[in-house]
């Protein structure tokens, strides 16, 4: 056993040493921490599982109705915490440690959580010496709380559902005085005077500080050439969850790897710090541009989330006792009776704030979903022409060139909704301006694209310059809303512009002022069809320590250490509700992001960052933004294209049929790259690319349809097959193709001269219709299809009903009014559903005046009905039904039209070979009630 | 049925106040209007199906080929014909039609659109003849320059290659002078250096003589020095008042060291000295003179000094990078100028040993050299001569080699510079030469290609001009320029962009390019079909 055991662990170690070594060019990884280098990281992972130090003070707990208190002693320094369990609405529970009495208030993450979470009673089952046993409501789930040592299990009948420091690695750095020349005596008098307990503790720390104050660079680290001041000393905590039964974890994005989170024993854990990295290396835990601290995990039972709310640099540890078995150790398990139950381990650490977990329940994917939902928020509901295509490059050189690249869609008949400008386009990267040769008149520019339907993105990123010609730059001066330095004068560093300040958006008054600069009248040159893309907002400060700010600089009283994963998220929610106020809270946001954290779904887009032009970078997209789906984020795309680097025609081909099934569509280009607008490559590569683009607008009412859907429930847009196949074990680990909601399943070919790619169609006796053929396929089985250079691999799931618009035209606004194609793709038993939603597609009226209009369709008993899914709701649109096409139908002898009371023929084609019956012209409008019989 | 009633449509179209109706459903060209018959079937035009004539342009798509729907946009392959009365007309795809753009400018395409879309075909058109006519002037001005270009291109080739002609002929007679010149050089080279050698072998007896007779009178005026008594002898104790004589060097000459010196005899006499005379003589001072300094040895700088002069002087054709062809020349000119100049001290050696410069060469001797060098200069001139011819032959075959175009119009360009100053930069276009970039505010030039080839459209290549390999870009590749040309009455470089990073766009227009108007397709108001 353990020699297969070994041998494989050693293969898989061959095959990531290769994988590093054969990346073309990769990132500088000496300007990046490893958990080593980061001394609060080093110091908690030396700590190994064991018996834990701390003890349960079971004759301190309060239980109010829906809260529970019990303090917690360290036996080692007898520090005392404060433990608060609370059972929330929804099946979720929350632990939050802190200090009992801390020397100061430690941070807790605001405007993260949409509000305080609505609780449930909880009650106390039993209780005695060794713990108290809590009732968490309905389905015979309890929670435990054991005295010696302290550990928590929730269980659901008689198993353990998840378990919290049973490795014993809930360890948390007291705040503390520093006992040297630089400690202040004033303050450790009045704190020593005010309480003997804590006076005596204070001696245990003492020892303790004394001791690892010169080994473990507690009071100030060095990374590089950068200097760490450490005023608060150690601060890092760590807890650790079990979870039995579990192999499969997912989540915590943002990494470019595997959909499935690997094992980090051996390796550096999972890091979450938001870093603006240069040439990103695939396949590892190093910290990319945002985080989201939620991670998944499922097995056939049960899916469950777990969320750790902080925003200080954090690593996650993920080992497993199933690693590296190979199935036929697992099979040697199975007969030789060594039953040691399947598990997952994983540890948090963080540098610094309280420790605050929220645990989803589940039970199904969807529960966790409208938990996270419920705690963090949905998908804002973007503009409907942002699910369109948009076309980027660093950078459109001038007004002229825009012009001419508008045209060049026009001239090969290729829609798109949106161009962006990057950087360059502003006046010496003074965002809110513009180059006053290259961009003169935006407004004519703006005015242009309007008259086209079409709209434009420029970017605004949150470094200002230091200018004092410069008028953002002197009201945030004035206004004293730039982030500080230790010393308290304004922090800068350098970025873009040369020496910029960082304005201080964890600061509500500097948002509500930075808002207020996208009024029209304040953004010169803006319109209504200009929007917004925030970039470097991790925030990216090139002579930084890891390219980013210091932690020793504030933000108000608080260090940037404490706010560091969550200040992207400040910004991009300042933009967008900038956007939002200049039309009077009328019209919805569209903003990009590259930073993000728990909750950033509720402003906009997010999008991989500064990928290449290679292959595999073509294939991470996929489990990228799978990943960020899991955790809330639907709105994700991948630069197509690749960033860096020239691609060859093939994989810009490749990437474009990818991206067109990906929520978030943006070609974008690197300024040392050639042109690669999608007509420089031969009119037969011309005619691949506005192919795929062109499928991608005629699905629109579908993602649409998707994305209220998201906004509503928390349902991600784009996601693991697992997700609606929770029992099917072969999906679990899937990440080269993904459901596009539970109807698409999208298998792009993302190999190099591929010729055939095998997709896995899950379902037992479920069908699925190839979307290009309709040639219909059996569920639960790997389907080799042969492809070509056209080919995109898409099936549709029978059993369901799909909304197109084919009638493709030049943007999403010219499709307004179209009329319908409705694909009926019918399950085994002859039955399908689905729904149809239309609003404005831009403003909030959906929203606040229920202008809208969501029909269920339904097929079944030979009979498509379309009826009222919103009977309060008014909107009324002239698209109309002009076809409906039913896969895997046999032929009727009359098919006849029900609407208003009135029958009337409908004339049909059938076509036998693959049993596709065809509805000519139906007509009635898109909003009506009416029901089509075949008879 | 539909929301939409978008049955058969007439078009009225209005063509200069004469009112023409014409039945044919909306987005037929009049091309095609038999194809659309009313009230009979109508085949799709692919001939896949024929189906009742109230399907066309029923706002639903029954072809495949999207014929069944010229006026709407049901078919997603269609196209749309707009009539453009007053203007041009053109076809747009489907996808435009009611799409709230407007696109025709006659506003047939916004038929139900909501679209307010104002009839802009008579100011188009209008402004199409204008720009057509003005066109249509540079062209015809532009076509006549063209001539004159050709002209003077085939007027200057021809030049050109009877010159080449002409200069090959004379290339011919100047390799024939060189060859003859070597010979007659040769021949007179032969004597010249056998007189020398026998003038030069004349001296150097003469001189060992003349150093014979120097010694011994050295010697003689020594012996009498050293002979303080006068008695003809040169006595131990007289050559020890000579201390430098001193063999080992401790300052005193002792009577064993003099009395070695002296052969063991005690005194000689002036024949018997000459022994003595041979072991002093190297460190003997006379009394009488004053102390000569000791020979200073030439550093051995002193030898390049020469050199370097030559370094200073300007060598107008040749470039740095030739330096090592420069030292080569720099020694064959030492040579030349050795044997040139009238053998003096020209040796430094031989100057120091020698008092006397070596004779001048005999009338006849002389003679012969002088023939010689006239010879050399000669030849010389003549090589020197042929050199020139041959660059002059090779500037000019390269010129010719250059496709200046199918009747050489672009000649006049070669060797020419047009600039372009913007707000940052002065671009410069240096035709068949290179394309280059310079800061407007000062800092140093960029090359931005040079001359790679004409790479226009297949049909006409010499639309566009391709420059390469230029100054390399920072992580990127070395910068190119693509130079767009259009028919102008002026050539003048018109605008300078970079589409992409180091792929420069120039726009220049110049007569060559302009085609002969054709004068049958005058812009009238010709194109519509009404």
């Known amino acids: ?935 | 049925m539909t929301c939409l009633h978008l049955l058969l449509t007439l078009v009225f179209a209005v063509s200069f106040g004469t009112p023409v109706e014409i039945q044919r459903p909306r987005g037929v060209p009049l091309t095609k209007k038999q194809f659309y018959e009313e009230n009979k079937p109508f085949t799709c035009l692919d001939g896949s199906r024929t189906i009742p004539f109230d399907r066309v342009n029923d706002d639903y798509c029954d072809c495949k080929d999207g014929s069944d729907e010229p006026g709407t946009a049901a078919c997603p392959n269609g196209s749309f014909h707009c009539t453009n009365a007053g203007y041009r007309p053109m076809f747009i795809p489907s996808s435009r039609i009611n799409d709230g753009i407007c696109d025709c400018c006659d506003t047939t395409d916004e038929y139900n659109s909501g679209a307010k879309c104002e009839n802009t075909c008579k100011e188009l058109g209008r402004k199409e003849r204008e720009v057509l006519q003005k066109m249509a002037e540079v062209t015809k001005e532009g076509f006549l320059l063209k001539q004159q270009l050709i002209e003077e291109a085939k007027k200057g080739q021809q030049e050109k290659q009877g010159k080449v002609t002409e200069m090959q002929d004379n290339k011919k007679q100047l390799e024939e002078k060189v060859e003859a010149l070597r010979t007659v050089k040769e021949t007179a080279e032969q004597p010249e250096k056998e007189a020398k050698e026998r003038h030069l072998k004349a001296w150097e007896e003469q001189k060992a003589a003349i150093r014979l007779e120097k010694d011994k009178a050295k010697m003689a005026e020594a012996f009498l020095e050293l002979d303080d008594n006068a008695d003809g002898f040169v006595s131990v104790s007289e050559l020890q008042s000579h201390a430098e004589l001193d063999p080992d060097a401790d300052g005193t000459l002792s009577d064993t060291e003099a009395q070695g010196l002296m052969g063991g005899a005690e005194q000689v006499d002036t024949s018997t000295f000459e022994s003595v005379w041979t072991n002093i003589k190297d460190k003997y001072h006379s009394e009488s003179l004053p102390e000569e300094p000791a020979p200073v040895e030439t550093p051995p700088d002193e030898v390049k000094e020469p050199v370097v002069d030559n370094d200073s002087e300007p060598y107008p054709e040749d470039d740095v990078s030739e330096e090592e062809d420069d030292d080569d020349d720099d020694e064959d000119d030492y040579h030349e100028d050795d044997d040139k100049a009238a053998p003096t001290n020209k040796t430094p050696e031989k100057s120091h040993e020698d008092e006397e410069a070596m004779p001048t060469y005999d009338a006849e001797t002389q003679t012969l050299i002088d023939a010689a060098q006239k010879a050399r200069d000669d030849f010389e001139e003549a090589e020197k001569a042929l050199r020139e011819m041959d660059d002059q032959i090779r500037n000019i075959e390269k010129e010719l080699s250059f496709d200046f175009g199918p009747d050489a119009e672009f000649t006049y360009l070669y060797s020419q510079c047009y600039e372009l100053t913007t707000s940052e930069y002065i671009y410069r276009l240096c035709p068949f030469n290179r394309v280059s970039q310079k800061p407007k505010y000062g800092g140093s030039e960029t090359n931005l290609g040079s001359w790679g080839s004409w790479s226009g459209p297949e049909n006409n290549k010499y639309l566009v001009m391709k420059y390469e390999h230029g100054t390399g870009c920072w992580q990127g590749p070395n910068r190119s320029t693509t130079v767009k040309l259009t028919c102008g009455k002026e050539t003048v470089v018109t605008s300078t962009s970079e589409p992409s990073r180091c792929e420069y766009l120039m726009e220049f227009t110049t007569p060559a390019v302009c085609q002969e108007p054709d004068n049958t397709d005058l812009p009238a108001h010709g194109h519509e079909e009404l």
Not at chain 1, 41 to 59: F, I, N, T, V
Not at chain 1, 743 to 760: I, K, M
């Open chain 1, 1 to 935: 056993m353990a020699v297969i055991s070994i041998g494989r662990m050693g293969l898989l170690s061959v095959v990531c040493v290769s994988l590093f070594f054969s990346s073309a060019f990769a990132v500088d990884r000496g300007n990046f921490k490893t958990c080593d280098q980061s001394a609060f990281c080093k110091r908690q992972r030396a700590l190994k599982p064991g018996q834990s130090p701390y003890r349960a003070l079971l004759e301190t707990l309060e239980l109010s109705d829906s809260r529970l208190t019990l303090q917690l002693i360290n036996d080692n320094n007898k520090v005392h915490l404060l433990l608060e369990l609370y059972r929330l609405q929804g099946n979720m529970t929350r632990v939050k440690i802190n200090e009992l009495k801390p020397l100061k208030p430690r941070f807790e993450v605001p405007d993260v959580l949409i509000a305080e979470p609505p609780t449930e009673p909880l009650s106390v089952l039993s209780k005695d010496d060794n713990g108290v046993v809590l009732s968490l409501g309905a389905e015979s789930q309890r929670l435990i709380v054991s005295a010696r040592p302290f550990r928590l299990d929730i269980m659901e009948g008689p198993e353990v559902l998840l378990s919290l420091n049973s490795r014993g690695l809930l360890a948390f750095e007291h705040l503390r005085l520093r006992k040297d020349t630089q400690a202040q005596p004033d303050g450790a008098e009045v704190k020593e005077s005010v309480d003997g307990d804590q006076q005596q503790a204070e001696g245990e720390k003492d020892e303790d500080g004394e001791r690892d104050k010169e080994e473990d660079g507690l009071w100030e680290e060095t990374f590089k050439s950068h200097t760490d001041t450490k005023p608060n000393g150690p601060t890092s905590i760590s807890l650790d969850f079990s979870l039995p039964g579990v192999e499969h974890v997912y989540g915590i994005p943002e990494h470019a790897d595997n959909l499935k989170l690997k094992t980090t024993d051996g390796g550096d854990p999972y890091r979450l710090y938001n870093l603006d990295v240069f040439q990103y290396e695939l396949y590892n835990p190093m910290a990319l541009y945002g985080s989201i601290p939620v991670m998944l995990a499922h097995n056939t039972q049960r899916t469950m989330g777990i969320f750790w709310l902080n925003a200080a640099e954090t690593w996650v540890d993920i080992s497993s006792n199933t690693a590296g078995k190979t199935v036929f150790g697992k099979m040697l398990d199975f007969v030789q009776g060594s039953s040691e139950t399947p598990q997952t381990d994983v540890r948090w650490i963080s540098e610094s704030g309280i420790i605050d977990v929220f645990i989803m329940l589940g039970p199904k994917p969807s529960d966790v979903f409208s938990q996270y939902a419920s705690l963090t928020g949905t998908q804002s509901f973007p503009p409907l022409a942002s699910l369109g295509y948009h076309q980027c490059r660093w950078n459109y050189n001038d007004q002229e060139d825009v012009k001419s690249v508008d045209q060049g869609f026009d001239q090969h008949d290729i829609p798109y909704d949106f161009i962006w400008l990057d950087i360059e386009h502003a006046d010496g990267k003074r965002y809110f301006t513009w180059d006053p040769h290259k961009f003169a008149q935006p407004k004519e520019m703006l005015q242009g694209l309007m008259e086209k339907r079409r709209k434009m993105v420029a970017i605004v990123d949150p470094h200002i310059k230091v200018d004092s010609g410069y008028k953002i730059h002197n009201e945030i001066t004035s206004k004293d809303f730039y982030v500080k330095n230790k010393d308290g004068r304004n922090y800068e560093g350098w970025c873009w512009p040369g020496n910029s300040g960082y304005p201080d958006f964890t600061n509500p008054e500097m948002r509500a002022w930075w808002a207020s600069m996208f009024a029209y009248d304040q953004y010169e040159g803006s319109m209504e069809n200009l929007f917004t893309w925030n970039d470097m907002n991790e925030p990216s400060v090139f002579n930084g320590p890891e390219v980013t700010m210091h932690k020793d600089a504030l933000h108000g009283k608080w260090e940037h250490r404490e706010i560091h994963n969550i200040y992207g998220l400040y910004v991009q929610r300042a933009t967008a509700e900038g956007q939002i106020q200049r039309s009077g809270g009328v019209e919805r946001a569209f903003v990009l992001t590259r930073a993000f954290f728990a909750g950033s779904q509720r402003y906009g887009a997010v999008w991989t960052g500064d990928n290449a032009a290679e292959w595999d970078h073509l294939k991470i997209s996929i489990p990228m933004c799978l990943s960020l789906g899991l955790v809330g984020f639907s709105f994700c795309g991948a630069d197509v294209g690749g960033f860096f680097k020239n691609p060859s025609t093939e994989l810009l081909v490749r990437w474009y049929q990818t991206g067109a099934y990906q929520p978030f569509f943006r070609a974008h280009a690197h300024l040392d790259t050639t042109r690669r607008e999608p007509w420089l490559f031969g009119p037969e590569n011309t005619a691949l690319m506005r192919e795929a683009i062109r499928q991608r607008y005629a699905l629109l009412p579908y993602w649409y349809q998707l994305f209220y859907q998201a906004h509503k429930t928390g349902m991600p847009v784009m996601r693991p097959l697992w997700v609606d196949y929770p029992k099917d074990t072969a999906t679990f680990t899937i990440d080269d193709e993904f459901l596009i909601g539970s109807d698409l399943l999208a298998h792009p070919v993302t190999e190099e001269g591929s010729r055939g790619v095998t997709a896995y169609l899950p379902g037992a006796g479920e069908v699925w219709y190839d979307v290009h053929t309709f040639q219909k396929h059996n569920g639960a089985q790997n389907l080799y299809i042969p492809v070509t250079l056209s080919s995109i691999p898409v099936f549709q799931r029978g059993g369901s009903i799909i909304p197109r618009k084919d009638r493709v035209r030049r943007s999403s606004a010219c499709m307004e009014n179209d009329p319908y194609t409705l694909y009926v793709a019918l399950s085994p038993k002859k039955f399908a559903k689905g729904e149809l939603y239309i609003d404005d597609g831009h403003s909030f009226n959906y929203d606040t005046k229920k202008e809208l209009i969501h029909r269920s369709l339904t097929f079944a008993n030979n009979a498509l009905t379309s009826s009222n899914l919103c009977p309060d709701c008014n909107f009324s649109t002239s698209s109309w039904i002009e076809k409906v096409l039913i896969l895997g139908a046999s032929k009727p002898s009359k098919v006849v039209l029900k609407l208003d009371g009135k029958e009337t023929p409908v004339e049909f084609e059938f076509d036998a070979s693959m049993s596709v019956l065809t509805l000519r012209k139906p007509g009635m409008n898109a909003g009506a009630d009416w029901t089509l019989l075949l008879q």
